[in-house]
């Protein structure tokens, strides 16, 4: 009697499992491929060309020629660049704590509160993350202007002026545009966290007489650490990302530059300065710095869990 072979079947199902899933990669591929790779490749073989002109610049056509590094070093060792980079760093500084500590501390409030509060709280809470970025920027640019203002208004009717255009608090307007648009977006990220917290935890810390306080830091925190370090890399990223805030405040504020932040910098250069070239070595730069940012902090937050 001829033996039964029970391998074979089993090997030609994985075989056309295998086609099936590579047929439906297929247009995540390509579209990953058009959409993302090709800009980036684009734009490094764009940073190390540069287009020279002959003679005033009259009767021959520009030349475009090889020039390697060169855009990168200009750039870097532009001092409007790197004063954009200072400010950008300040900007983190206040920025990120503010952000993640806010929503650390509404969340768990709103873990804390009746069932009828919560839903209420979430959606005033997500309400300005629904307000596009360039409407948000609009709407504090009126809040801030002097004359039409009903913050400033109240404040100099309590004898208290203040010009948040000015170079000394522009940019924490800017903060403050950022935290009012992106903290109840993180709040909802960590109650979520805190909802998959096991509740029988929480009884046993509450039997063993911890409060609200001590269970919040003992307990809760360290549970929800993983969505927090997940806040942090997108929040970092996003950061390194600053445009559209200063971009809208720039015209009604003197004290911010086409060159405010690097990425202005490199929009500045693409289609003010027309030039194309470095506007690419600085978006590459940016982009570095924002893929070292991300691994940085993946490791710390991987070290984190597996501690």
């Known amino acids: 009697m001829k033996p039964l072979h029970r391998g074979k079947p089993r090997s030609r199902q994985g075989g056309t499992g295998g086609r099936t899933a590579a047929i439906f990669l297929v247009p995540f591929f390509a579209l990953f491929l058009f959409t993302m790779i090709a800009p980036l490749i684009y734009s490094v073989i764009l940073s190390l060309f540069a287009t020279k002109k002959s003679g005033l610049g009259f009767g021959a056509s520009p030349e475009t020629i090889f020039v390697g590094l060169e855009n990168f070093v200009e750039v870097l060792s532009s001092q409007s660049f790197l004063a954009g980079f200072g400010r950008l760093a300040i900007y983190i500084v206040l920025y990120i704590p503010a952000m993640i500590g806010g929503a650390l501390i509404l969340a768990l409030l709103l873990d804390s509160t009746a069932a009828l509060l919560k839903r209420t709280f979430q959606l005033l809470l997500f309400l300005p993350h629904a307000v596009p970025g360039v409407i948000a920027a609009l709407i504090w640019t009126y809040l801030y202007t002097p004359g039409v203002s009903p913050i400033v208004r109240a404040l100099e009717s309590g004898g208290i002026s203040i010009d948040f255009f000015s170079a ?5 307007a800017i903060v403050n545009i950022a935290v009012w648009e992106w903290t109840g977006f993180n709040v909802i990220i960590i109650y979520t966290a805190l909802q998959a917290v096991p509740r029988e935890v929480l009884e046993a810390a509450r039997v063993d007489g911890a409060g609200g306080v001590r269970t919040a830091i003992a307990i809760k925190l360290p549970l929800v650490a993983p969505a927090l370090g997940v806040i942090l890399l997108f929040t970092s990223i996003g950061s390194l990302q600053l445009f559209t805030q200063p971009a809208i405040l720039s015209t009604a504020s003197s004290a911010i530059t086409p060159t405010y932040v690097p990425n202005m910098w490199a929009y500045d250069a693409a289609f003010n300065r ?28 991987s070290k984190g869990a597996t501690a």
Not at 274 to 301: C, E, K, M, P
């Open 168 to 172: 000394e608090l522009v940019l924490p």
């Open 274 to 301: 027309l030039d194309l070239n470095q506007a690419a070595a600085a978006s590459i730069i940016i982009a570095a710095l924002a893929g070292v940012v991300s691994f940085f902090i993946t490791r710390l937050n």
